[in-house]
């Protein structure tokens, strides 16, 4: 039995995707995942892809920069609000995932700037 991370219903891990390197069972049921690539494909249709030239507000690197360390579509996702689903931008793929790691808390992130900001006393 496993815990699905977006409806936390208990359920049989026949019911979780593999991860993408197939090592662990991704977080959420398959239930969750189908309607999560239902949304961010309704975000992209909507929002499409950023202009020429774009950079990633967070990294400040462009397309060139970042070949190589996205997904197969491009460099750049649609980032989203999980829960309004409401778009907050486009970033690149590193940064979803740190914000992602960090569960869009802005709490934790300021912890995480005190934390490496003690390195630098």
Not at 94 to 109: A, E, P, T
Request: glycine share 8%.
């Amino acid at each position: 039995m496993k815990i699905c991370s977006k409806c936390k219903v208990h359920l049989s891990e026949a019911d979780f995707s593999p991860s993408s390197g197939g090592k662990y069972l991704r977080p959420e049921c398959k239930s969750c995942a189908k309607k999560l690539a239902k949304e961010r494909e309704e975000l992209r249709k909507l929002h499409g892809y950023p202009p020429a030239g774009y950079v990633c507000p967070i990294c400040l690197k462009d397309e060139e920069e970042l070949k190589g360390t996205g997904g197969n579509a491009s460099v750049w996702v649609v980032d989203h609000n999980h829960n309004t689903n409401t778009f907050r931008g486009h970033i690149c793929h590193n940064c979803n995932r740190g914000l992602g790691v960090f569960q869009d808390s802005i709490d934790r992130l300021n912890r995480a700037i005190a934390y490496l900001a003690q390195d630098l006393v």
